[in-house]
């Protein structure tokens, strides 16, 4: 069908509400990257406003000079991996019962989890459990306490029930699957689109995650990245504001500003580094498991 005039228009007015709103996500970003390499000096009198100027990773050099950041970093993958793989598992056991239409009680029962959304016990008794269990300052209190997604069981289940036909789980029941069988041979290889968005969505909030570490935990050797580079920042920003503005002190200052862009990028590389290998599976899985039914 050949396009109007009108139509031309109209899809060159998206196309430019489009770009300027590229350039408005995109420019923060290349900022801090580029401010992250830049001098901090230049980066302090507004010089630089896009790309490098006068090359320099001091900030860089800053956080890598501190050992400690490469413990945060192991234990971090640690909580990141192990975390993940138990979020996962806990979802897809309880929103695959829940997509069944003969699991009897499955409407009341997901009544109760979405209760939890709403109301929860608070910091205090949650703190008191998890000490209560023998979990403070251990892996198990930044894991277990977190171990499922009440949102993300409703959009697993979503997607179980509208894109896994039940003529499928039917054939298999008749061919001698399993309830387990049909979960893990017919089920879930259909739902990796799924998948990779509680992939997505359980190992950024894991390698986010300082506050619960902040209050299980005691020992620096468990610390996780996150806080180390909350110290870091914190440090830096106490002894800006510690002393007169002699050498010393502006030097601190500029230390401070590189070391803030640095941390932004040092915190967030790995997982800027994944996504664009589960984007594919991530827009696809989020639309449809959250719009349909």
Same mark, same amino acid.
């Given at each position: 069908?050949? =396009?109007?005039?009108?139509?031309?228009?109209?899809?060159?007015?998206?196309?430019?509400?489009?770009?300027?709103?590229?350039?408005?996500?995109?420019?923060?970003?290349?900022?801090?990257?580029?401010?992250?390499?830049?001098?901090?000096?230049?980066?302090?009198?507004?010089?630089?406003?896009?790309?490098?100027?006068?090359?320099?990773?001091?900030?860089?050099?800053?956080?890598?000079?501190?050992? =400690?950041?490469?413990?945060?970093?192991?234990?971090?993958?640690?909580?990141?991996?192990?975390?993940?793989?138990?979020?996962?598992?806990?979802?897809?056991?309880?929103?695959?019962?829940?997509?069944?239409?003969?699991?009897?009680?499955?409407?009341?029962?997901?009544?109760?989890?979405v209760f939890t959304m709403f109301f929860s016990g608070g910091l205090i008794p949650t703190y008191l459990l998890v000490k209560n269990l023998g979990m403070i300052n251990s892996m198990w209190a930044l894991i277990i306490p977190g171990a499922v997604s009440v949102w993300n069981i409703i959009i697993m289940r979503t997607f179980f029930q509208t894109s896994i036909p039940n003529e499928i789980q039917e054939s298999a029941a008749i061919d001698g699957c399993s309830n387990l069988q049909t979960l893990w041979k017919i089920v879930l290889p259909l739902s990796m689109p799924v998948i990779a968005v509680m992939i997505l969505?359980?190992?950024?909030?894991?390698?986010?995650?300082?506050?619960?570490?902040?209050?299980?935990?005691?020992?620096?050797?468990?610390?996780?990245?996150?806080?180390?580079?909350? =110290?870091?920042?914190?440090?830096?920003?106490?002894?800006?504001?510690?002393?007169?503005?002699?050498?010393?002190?502006?030097?601190?200052?500029? =230390?401070?500003?590189?070391?803030?862009?640095?941390?932004?990028?040092?915190?967030?590389?790995?997982?800027?580094?994944?996504?664009?290998?589960?984007?594919?599976?991530?827009?696809?899985?989020?639309?449809?498991?959250?719009?349909?039914?």
């Amino acid at each position: 069908m050949k =396009e109007t005039f009108t139509d031309r228009l109209v899809g060159g007015i998206i196309y430019a509400i489009l770009t300027v709103i590229l350039l408005i996500i995109l420019y923060p970003l290349v900022f801090v990257v580029s401010a992250s390499i830049s001098d901090p000096l230049s980066v302090t009198k507004g010089e630089m406003w896009l790309f490098p100027k006068n090359l320099s990773f001091i900030g860089y050099e800053l956080i890598f000079a501190n050992k =400690e950041i490469w413990i945060g970093y192991k234990n971090t993958i640690i909580y990141t991996v192990v975390g993940t793989s138990v979020n996962l598992i806990m979802t897809i056991m309880a929103a695959y019962p829940l997509s069944r239409k003969d699991f009897a009680g499955r409407n009341v029962i997901t009544g109760y989890i979405v209760f939890t959304m709403f109301f929860s016990g608070g910091l205090i008794p949650t703190y008191l459990l998890v000490k209560n269990l023998g979990m403070i300052n251990s892996m198990w209190a930044l894991i277990i306490p977190g171990a499922v997604s009440v949102w993300n069981i409703i959009i697993m289940r979503t997607f179980f029930q509208t894109s896994i036909p039940n003529e499928i789980q039917e054939s298999a029941a008749i061919d001698g699957c399993s309830n387990l069988q049909t979960l893990w041979k017919i089920v879930l290889p259909l739902s990796m689109p799924v998948i990779a968005v509680m992939i997505l969505f359980y190992s950024v909030g894991h390698w986010n995650a300082y506050f619960n570490a902040l209050i299980y935990l005691n020992d620096r050797d468990k610390y996780p990245l996150q806080l180390f580079l909350r =110290e870091i920042l914190i440090k830096s920003e106490v002894d800006n504001m510690a002393g007169g503005m002699d050498l010393s002190v502006q030097k601190h200052l500029m =230390e401070a500003e590189a070391i803030k862009y640095a941390i932004v990028i040092v915190a967030n590389l790995p997982v800027l580094a994944v996504y664009p290998f589960l984007q594919k599976y991530f827009t696809k899985g989020f639309l449809v498991g959250a719009i349909k039914g």
